[in-house]
């Protein structure tokens, strides 16, 4: 792995999916990387564009596809706006923004999938951005559920 990383073959993700000290170590695929392996450069997504947090959105569609969860879509579009991942559990509609930095916009959100959704999901890193956030919102914490990552993946 260290030779990926040295040629810029991949970059990688650090996540910490349970919740104690320490974080899991995965690898994106650089633009060189897809080349090197005959594959076409991995999208972008619509709104968070970094490499979390698009690995991100294919790995809890994964994981919400494992679980249970029907029609699990990323970047799903209502009325011209698109959210992050959306699915269907218990005949609900699920409604899931992945918040990796942008504690200070993440009320934007919050306005725009309001009402589209019947639970609207807010998934933050770790604890301490889950805190962040919260603190940012202030009253609007209240419109959605917000975890940090390894307790929706216990909870999902």
Known sequence: FELIEREMYAEPVYLNLRGRGGHTKFFWPTAKGCELIGKPKLPEGSGGKGNTHIFLQGFLAGHLRKKGYKQVEIEKEFEGKKIDLFCIKDDKKI???????????EHINIE????KCDRLIIINLDNNEKKKL???????SKDAEIYALHEFLKTA
Request: glycine fraction near 14%; proline fraction near 0%.
């Open 95 to 105: 409604g899931i923004e992945i918040c990796v930095s942008t504690h200070k916009t």
């Open 112 to 115: 725009k999938d309001r009402g």
């Open 134 to 140: 919260i603190d940012e919102l202030g009253a609007h």
